[in-house]
Each structure stands twice: as C-alpha cells, then as structure tokens.
C-alpha cells in the first residue's frame, strides 16, 4: 500500500511557487493576498491565520482584512472594490462560510474573477465547467495535484466522489470529467453508498463525517484520497478509517499531512503563478 504524501507533493509546489516569486521580486512587483475573514468564527480566523504565516513564509505578502464584529455588507462591498483596484492585490481571499446575515452571493460575485484566487465566483465557476481557464477552488486542485503528482491517470477510471458542495464535491467531480474519469456523485441521500464506493477505482470521501469509509467499502487495490477534516478527542482525523482501508486500498492520503497539506500550497500558487486551465 502507498502512502501519498500531501507533505511531498506541497513541497514540490512550493518550490514552483518560490521560484516564481522570486523572479516577480526580482522586477520589483510585490505582489498581496487580500485574506477577508469577517464575522467571529474561529475555524475559519485559524485557517486565515496559517494562510497568512504559510504566505510570509514563502515570501508573499497576505494581509487579514475584516472585523469580527458585524460590517455592513455595503462596507464589505467597498472594501472587496478596493481589492479588485489595487494593483498590488493579486488575490482575494475571502473566509468562507459567511455569517449568515449577508448575501454571500452578492458579496462573492464582486471579486473581480482575476484576483477570485479560490473560485468561488460565478464565471470561473462557468469557465470550469465549459474548460476555459480561470481560478479553480484549491481543495480539488489538491486532490488533481496528488494523484498527478503520483502519475495517477484519471482517463477511464471509476471515481467516486462523497460530498457535493460548491467548493469541494462539485468542483472536483468537474476537474474529474474534464480529465476523462466516469464520475459518480455520492451524497447524503445516496441510497446505497457501499454499492457505490466498492465500485471505485479511485475514492474520494469529502463528507466531513469522521469514520465513514470503513475497509469493506473498498475495491482491492483502489486509490482512497481523504479530504475530511474531522476533530475528534482533540485530534484531526478524516473521513476514511485509515488502519481498515490501509489494509485493502492500492494508495491512500494520510490525515493529517494529506490534502489539507496541498491545499494551502494551492492557494499560493494562485495567487503567484495566476490561472490555469480548468480542463
Ligand atoms: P459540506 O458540509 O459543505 O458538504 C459535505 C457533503 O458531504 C454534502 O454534500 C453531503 O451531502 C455529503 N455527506 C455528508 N455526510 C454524508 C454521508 N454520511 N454519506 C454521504 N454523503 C454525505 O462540506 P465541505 O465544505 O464540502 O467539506 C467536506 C469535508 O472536507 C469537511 O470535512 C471539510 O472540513 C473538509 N475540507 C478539507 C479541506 C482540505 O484542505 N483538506 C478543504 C475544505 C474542506
């Protein structure tokens, strides 16, 4: 059984993005990310924070914007016009989810889709599913960058997908088709999900429901990649019973130091390297 490491495959990626940084500083553009993180939640003013450190590392300028106090969405709107103004401004970032009192929609679709580094907006969701280039949402372009990173070939493969969200399941079940894998989508009212996951030659579990794919949901030999991220007893698990599915599974990603690892990396490479193709 292989491991697929998300450590490897970031550092991998980071190099790309160090070196590309490098030659922008080297023409003196110094290039930001714009994190907006509004509202109190705390997962996701954690997951700015880390964003933040990983950018500075990496020699990228990321700024936190926001309040954790209530804005009004008109100021959001102002200061998301501001953004997409200023030149410096490669790209934003905005914490997802929302508080629930603002219209996400209306605040998302005024990121200029340049500078929408995580995808979120309505036409580089268009370009996506039509193949043209744009910003892809960086969870999926993670599980992309693994199983390209490990020369995991998608053409013809039975994927299974659990989870149909805008910014994991949907995405990715796109970034699939377009690389010419059969793609089943599993959710919550999927009547018989071990039907559908025995079938995969690649499994991808982002449910965000710690314990889910236990080993006899798994065909023999199949490539199992976890995108959940799950706290339990003060640790972080994914979706997948690692021990039951490392037993049957050709190739699985660790949690931690799987996807999550890729993703961040991603997001930097967004930012630096601009938009790729979808298809
Ligand atoms: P979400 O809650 O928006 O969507 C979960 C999806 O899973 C839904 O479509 C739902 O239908 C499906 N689902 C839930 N329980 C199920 C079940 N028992 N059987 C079948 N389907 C089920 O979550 P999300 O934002 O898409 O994130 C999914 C998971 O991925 C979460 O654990 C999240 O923390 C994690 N995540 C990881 C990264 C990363 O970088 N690794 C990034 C984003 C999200």
Do not use: W
Request: aromatic share 4%; charged share 20%; hydrophobic share 40%.
């Amino acid at each position: 059984m292989q491991i697929l490491d998300g450590k490897e495959v970031a550092a991998f990626h980071r190099d790309r993005v160090e070196r590309k940084l490098a030659d922008l500083l080297e023409d003196n553009i110094h290039p930001e990310l714009a994190i907006l993180c509004i509202g109190n939640d705390k997962p996701s003013a954690m997951y700015a924070k880390s964003m933040q450190r990983l950018a500075q590392a990496t020699g990228l300028t990321a700024e936190i914007y926001g309040k954790d106090v209530a804005m009004r969405e008109d100021d959001i709107i102002s200061m998301i016009e501001y953004f997409n103004e200023k030149k410096s401004i490669y790209g934003i970032l905005p914490m997802m989810p929302l508080p629930g009192n603002y219209n996400a929609s209306r605040i998302i679709n005024c990121i200029d889709p340049a500078k929408d580094v995580d995808g979120l907006t309505d036409t580089n969701i268009a370009h996506l599913c039509t193949g043209r280039s744009g910003f892809v949402p960086c969870t999926p372009r993670a599980v992309i960058a693994v199983l390209e990173y490990y020369h995991i070939s998608l053409t013809g493969k039975e994927v299974v997908i659990i989870g149909r969200s805008n910014v994991v399941g949907k995405p990715l079940a796109q970034l699939c088709l377009n690389r010419n894998a059969t793609v089943t989508h599993c959710h919550t009212r999927t009547r018989d999900l071990q039907a559908e996951t025995r079938r995969a030659d690649i499994l991808i579990a982002a449910a965000g429901r710690a314990g889910l794919i236990r080993g006899d949901m798994v065909k023999p030999g199949a490539v199992v990649i976890d995108v959940g991220i799950n706290r339990i007893d003060g640790k972080t698990v994914g979706d997948v019973v690692y021990d039951e599915v490392a037993n049957v599974a050709g190739a699985v990603t660790p949690v931690p130091g799987g996807i999550g690892s890729v993703t961040t990396m991603m997001m930097l490479e967004n930012v630096v390297c601009g938009q790729t193709l979808t298809d």
